[in-house]
């Protein structure tokens, strides 16, 4: 079994990504006058980059030393999915910030679902899942733009985003 190496190239096209898509979805957001804007889902899809990258590199590691030390193979644990889990429940309590309980109707359950998919995608960027992302970015931000519209005119009385 071969890695390879995540070189700094890559790492600096990630990033961009990151702050690309981040950005995207967070004008969105910004330009609707909710809680969470433009700096928040770029911070959230980059941390989720960057802690993506790390597992890589972890799991990377942990590989390298129990093939070279065959006996440290039930001592040295890596669960790749762990990390990345984490940052899913972290943004999940972000996300709850923005809800907003006031008068009988709750606000901000749709950026607070914008700031859990941005970490979702983070997290893509950082894996190396290119598309994946580039194509998750595209439907939300389609499902943000064009949806509401057609959600006013069915759901008269809906509950504001």
Not at 103 to 124: E, R
Request: proline letters at 1%; glycine letters at 10%; aromatic letters at 10%.
């Amino acid at each position: 079994m071969q890695f390879q190496k995540i070189e700094w190239y890559n790492v600096l096209i990630r990033l961009a990504m990151a702050v690309f898509v981040g950005g995207i979805i967070g004008y969105e957001r910004e330009f609707k006058n909710r809680p969470a804007g433009f700096r928040t889902h770029i911070l959230v899809c980059v941390g989720a980059a960057v802690v993506s990258m790390i597992q890589l590199y972890m799991v990377k590691n942990s590989v390298e030393i129990i093939l070279k030390n065959p006996e440290l193979a039930n001592a040295l644990k890596v669960d790749i999915g762990r990390i990345g889990a984490q940052v899913i429940t972290g943004v999940g309590f972000l996300g709850a910030g923005s809800i907003i309980h006031e008068k009988g109707l709750i606000k901000g359950l749709t950026t607070a679902a914008t700031i859990w998919v941005v970490a979702c995608i983070g997290l893509a960027i950082g894996m190396g899942y290119h598309y994946l992302s580039i194509f998750s970015t595209i439907v939300v931000f389609g499902v943000l733009v064009s949806l509401k519209k057609f959600e006013e005119r069915i759901f008269k009385s809906r509950i504001e985003d």
